[in-house]
């Protein structure tokens, strides 16, 4: 059985920080590249971060220089580390294991709960 779960997402006050965690079991982890998606109300889900099993990172350009994602193969946990957050970052945080298909990310059919995370003061 698959199962992935995000965890870490909370109220947060702008400019705060917040680091999620997402676990994964049932796979082999270390194939897979991992990618962190985020849905804000009424708004398409967005791909924020990808990282590959080496450490190969990719961003959206609305979080660079703030997210950091990484990974630990050892625990099949891939984080994302959330700085100087901004009320549009607000938005309900999931993780995914996929692949590169040339240059392009794609999702696999497996997804998590999601974590919630509010950005406010």
């Known amino acids: 059985q698959v199962q992935l779960v995000e965890s870490g997402g909370d109220l947060v006050q702008p400019g705060g920080s917040l680091r999620l965690s997402c676990a994964a079991s049932?796979?082999?982890?270390?194939?897979?590249?991992m990618g962190w998606y985020r849905q804000a109300p009424g708004k398409q889900r967005e791909l924020v971060a990808t990282?590959?099993?080496?450490?190969?990172?990719n961003y959206v350009d609305s979080v660079k220089g703030r997210f950091t994602i990484s990974r630990d193969n050892a625990k099949k946990t891939v984080y994302l580390q959330m700085n100087a957050l901004k009320p549009e970052d607000t938005a309900v945080y999931y993780c995914?294991?996929?692949?590169?298909?040339?240059?392009?990310?794609?999702?696999?059919?497996?997804w998590g709960q999601g974590t919630q995370v509010t950005v406010s003061s």
């Open positions: 995914n294991a996929g692949y590169y298909s040339g240059t392009n990310y794609q999702a696999g059919s497996y």
């Open positions: 049932g796979i082999i982890f270390s194939i897979y590249v």
């Open positions: 990282i590959t099993s080496g450490g190969i990172t």
